[in-house]
């Protein structure tokens, strides 16, 4: 993976809820390391869930040739 970071600007109180989460955690050290995560898990989500829905559609289309639907 490239290692070249962007920065991003977020609002401060939502900064403030991120700090408290990762004191909270043992998985993170910082702030940056659990927006990471939670970016990679939501990008990871939306792309299954656009396979699921791509898939649903295929079988749908065959169950309409196949005169089930």
């Not at 993976?1 to 403030?16: A, F, H, T």
């Amino acid at each position: 993976m490239n290692d070249i970071k962007k920065e991003i600007i977020i609002p401060e109180e939502l900064y403030n809820k991120l700090t408290e989460k990762v004191s909270e955690e043992d998985d993170f050290e910082t702030v940056e390391e659990f927006v990471i995560y939670l970016l990679k898990q939501s990008l990871s989500t939306d792309m299954e869930n656009a396979k699921d829905e791509k898939e649903e559609e295929e079988i749908k289309e065959r169950l309409k040739k196949l005169g089930y639907l």
